[in-house]
């Protein structure tokens, strides 16, 4: 729990000291102070010096490198009734991120520098964290030509058409030649839109049999991760897929992986806590790819534990409210999880020993940097000051009217969780802070 003195921590002007807690080195947490000054840390080390410093008494909670969403989509430009640069970020430090990777399905769609240039604008007039942006593969994600991904370069992070997945294999085999040779990785929504039935986010399962609906065959997602495995194979281009929610999608990966191929992939914390039989007909279950089938959810759990999936990833997707009240039939594809992730994940896996939290830290936190190349993921003298706080003991009910997303679409609605972020510090500053402290249950 913190200390109260935290309301005042964003006005030093010396040195911030974060101490009392347990901090996450090399894999493993060990008790030290954390000195930052001009947004670096300078110092880990017991009973560091408190003089010329705003002090932040964390009290055993743990600090840890700041967490990194490698796939979020935050609406601006082109959608700021769903969500934009200013709520996404405010969500995401609350979340405990202290960076995001933003998808390219906005208007206009980054396919280019010009097209590029006002998102680039919006993050740096409003974001409360680091923003990286995708750039997408195809000009306009229309699936028909290349992007110009040279002129992009220097600018994103990395290229996808999230949203739908490229259907032509010649042109992503293109695109893969051009990622590789710009040292940047594909980032693939993989979604055979041949298998699909009438555009069904529902899977192909016990929920779909039960209510008389047309099912997503998993086969849609795993054939086109078969394909672009393939295509890695001739390229060697790095090659990364986005939420994974099937087993085959996992065998296919541990498979590549084995054979040394540079492939690597995230899923999210619905595919991991969440099953079909668990489906109610409101749009906050819907999503694409569809929450899958228990033995589905099982092999995931399987293959975060034994280091076939590389990050969890939140899909963040904001929607209106309107376009979310349509319940399965007719709400748009999309939850939004910045704000729930930890919570969850924490309580779900790690309070209940399925997943070791050393582990869950290295997926939120480490891999997803070395993966897309960004800064940070170390508590260490020298890195920047991006930590995130973490309260074991905040037990609490998940309230999406609380949210500072503007999205409340979430499947755990009302759930009961027992951990939460308590701070998030980026850049050196303090961009968010729990105060809310008479809420715990």
Not at 265 to 284: F, I, Q, S, W
Request: aromatic residues 6%; glycine residues 10%.
């Amino acid at each position: 729990m913190l200390s109260e003195s935290i309301k005042i921590a964003g006005r030093y002007t010396m040195g911030l000291l974060l101490t009392g807690g347990s901090v996450f080195q090399n894999g493993a947490f060990h008790t030290a102070d954390v000195l930052i000054e001009n947004g670096r840390i300078v110092s880990v080390s017991p009973s560091l010096p408190r003089e010329h410093c705003s002090v932040i008494e964390v009290h055993d909670d743990f600090i840890v490198p700041g967490f990194v969403d490698v796939h979020v989509h935050l609406r601006e430009p082109g959608f700021s009734y769903k969500e934009t640069i200013a709520s996404g970020t405010a969500a995401a430090a609350a979340g405990g991120y202290t960076a995001v990777c933003a998808m390219p399905n906005l208007s206009p769609v980054p396919d280019g520098p010009e097209t590029l240039r006002p998102e680039l604008d919006a993050i740096a007039r409003d974001a409360l964290i680091h923003v990286y942006p995708f750039g997408s593969i195809t000009a306009g994600e229309r699936g028909q030509v290349l992007s110009d991904m040279e002129g992009m370069a220097a600018d994103v992070c990395g290229y996808s058409d999230d949203g739908r997945g490229v259907q032509s294999p010649e042109l992503m085999r293109a695109a893969m030649e051009r990622a590789r040779a710009l040292d940047k990785p594909i980032s693939a929504h993989c979604e055979d839109e041949s298998l699909l039935s009438g555009g069904w986010a529902v899977h192909d399962g016990t929920y779909a049999r039960a209510h008389g609906l047309p099912g997503n065959d998993p086969a849609s997602e795993w054939r086109q991760v078969e394909r672009d495995i393939g295509l890695v194979r001739r390229t060697g281009c790095r090659y990364h897929v986005c939420h994974i929610s099937t087993k085959e999608s996992a065998d296919l990966i541990r498979r590549a992986k084995a054979e040394g191929l540079p492939v690597t992939c995230e899923t999210a914390p619905h595919y991991l806590t969440l099953c079909d039989e668990e489906l109610e007909d409101d749009g906050r279950f819907k999503m694409n790819p569809p929450i899958r089938s228990a033995a589905d959810r099982d092999a995931l759990i399987d293959a975060l534990l034994d280091g076939t999936i590389d990050c969890i990833a939140t899909d963040h997707a904001p929607h209106s409210a309107e376009e979310k009240s349509r319940g399965l039939r007719g709400s748009l594809n999309g939850v939004v999880g910045l704000e729930t992730a930890f919570s969850v994940l924490y309580t779900q896996l790690v309070s209940t020993g399925v997943v070791p939290l050393e582990l869950l830290i290295d997926r939120l936190s480490v891999r997803p940097r070395r993966i897309f190349g960004l800064p940070g993921g170390a508590v260490e003298p020298g890195a920047p000051a991006d930590l995130t706080v973490l309260d074991r003991n905040r037990p609490h009910r998940i309230d999406s009217a609380r949210f500072r997303s503007m999205g409340r679409a979430t499947p755990f609605d009302g759930w009961t969780v027992c951990a939460a972020p308590a701070a998030t510090v980026c850049g050196g500053k303090l961009v968010y802070a729990d105060l809310h402290q008479e809420e715990r249950l």
